[in-house]
């Protein structure tokens, strides 16, 4: 059983950056890829940005694009999330997940059956 821990969460003013850690552990056997989603109240949760097992293919959502960089260290079983030029609209519950998979990843939350319990991200002034 894979579980996944994030954390890096906090309060960030505007203009700001916060790296996320999400962090694998248990039985962790094949290749697994990694999405980062976030959910605002009253919201649904959305796709932000995923990366594939080895790394060679990351995808992110228009709304973060050049702002957020996904990079994952396969030795220590850790996947990150740069944010960078942090807006209030950021502000949100952010939850990786996990699907076992060799090649490509998506930003959709059907395709992964692993989730962590989230780490809350605040943008404000």
């Known amino acids: 059983q894979l579980q996944l821990v994030e954390s890096g969460g906090g309060l960030v003013q505007p203009g700001g950056s916060l790296r996320l850690s999400c962090a694998a552990s248990?039985?962790?056997?094949?290749?697994?890829?990694i999405g980062w989603f976030r959910q605002a109240p009253g919201k649904e949760r959305e796709g932000v940005s995923c990366?594939?097992?080895?790394?060679?293919?990351?995808n992110y959502a228009d709304s973060v694009k050049d702002r957020f960089t996904v990079s994952r260290d396969n030795a220590n079983n850790v996947v990150y999330l740069q944010m960078n030029s942090l807006k209030p609209g950021d502000t949100a519950v952010y939850y990786c997940?996990?699907?076992?998979?060799?090649?490509?990843?998506?930003?959709?939350?059907?395709?992964?059956?692993?989730w962590g319990q989230g780490t809350q991200v605040t943008v404000s002034s």
């Open positions: 990366i594939s097992s080895r790394g060679g293919f990351t």
């Open positions: 997940a996990a699907v076992q998979v060799t090649y490509g990843c998506w930003t959709t939350t059907s395709a992964y059956n692993y």
């Open positions: 248990g039985v962790i056997s094949g290749y697994f890829a």
